[in-house]
């Protein structure tokens, strides 16, 4: 059972290089969503998707880009990176939008970026 | 828009009981959410009121009131292995997103 799985767990950059983090669900999940931390504060809601096929951009989306495919994956593209992007990413499904009567989210063990 | 507060840093002791609290402002309230998360770790769930009251769910219980947009998490017998970040999170918006506040840091010392 992996629940959620991100890839890269690590990743230097160099700032214009474009890169794209990945997120796989075996949950069957509906909703997916894309989160950043920078350090000492809490997640900050880039993109999410309610159900395949839609997406919807968060809190700060400026330079992020999402697909979704299929329900499994949802893989978060920076399509031209910059130092303020350094952070940890993690992605995270809920079986429902909001996570249910529960409103309980799943996350991933995170990608750390780092743009020089 | 949204604005959460909480304390920043807690401290206690094993064995005793903290209370971290939460106030929120946020369009559309649906409930509050309690994630926790250790330090290089990934958040997770602890409680989600969506009716006034208290919630418990053995040695946490959180506790929500709508009227006075505030809720806490009350964390008992405390272990050393408490030691996290304890996030409030409402969801809201039409998909119920998570917005989460800066966090409590939470210490437990032996």
């Known amino acids: 059972i992996a629940g959620i799985t991100q890839a890269p767990t690590s990743q230097i950059l160099a700032a214009g290089r474009r890169m794209t983090l990945r997120c796989t669900q075996d949950m069957r999940h509906n909703a997916m969503y894309w989160y950043r931390q920078d350090l000492g504060l809490g997640l900050r809601l880039i993109h999410y998707?309610?159900?395949?096929?839609?997406?919807g951009k968060g809190e700060v989306p400026d330079g992020y880009s999402v697909s979704r495919a299929n329900t499994d994956d949802f893989p978060l593209t920076l399509a031209s990176a910059v130092p303020s992007q350094t952070s940890v990413y993690f992605c995270a499904s809920s079986d429902t939008p909001g996570g249910g009567s529960y409103n309980e989210q799943f996350f991933g063990p995170g990608t750390r970026l780092t743009v020089l | 828009g949204q604005s959460l507060e909480q304390p920043s840093e807690v401290t206690a002791v094993e064995g005793a009981i903290v209370q971290i609290n939460c106030t929120y402002q946020?369009?559309?309230?649906?409930?509050l959410s309690w994630y926790q998360q250790h330090d290089g770790g990934a958040p997770t769930f602890l409680s989600y009121n969506a009716l006034d009251g208290l919630e418990e769910t053995g040695r946490f219980s959180s506790f929500l009131s709508r009227s006075d947009s505030y809720g806490y998490l009350l964390l008992q017998e405390l272990q050393m292995k408490d030691s996290a970040s304890y996030f409030c999170a409402p969801p809201s918006g039409s998909a119920r997103q998570l917005t989460f506040g800066s966090g409590t840091q939470l210490t437990v010392l032996p």
């Open positions: 998707s309610n159900t395949a096929g839609t997406t």
């Open positions: 946020t369009s559309g309230f649906y409930g």
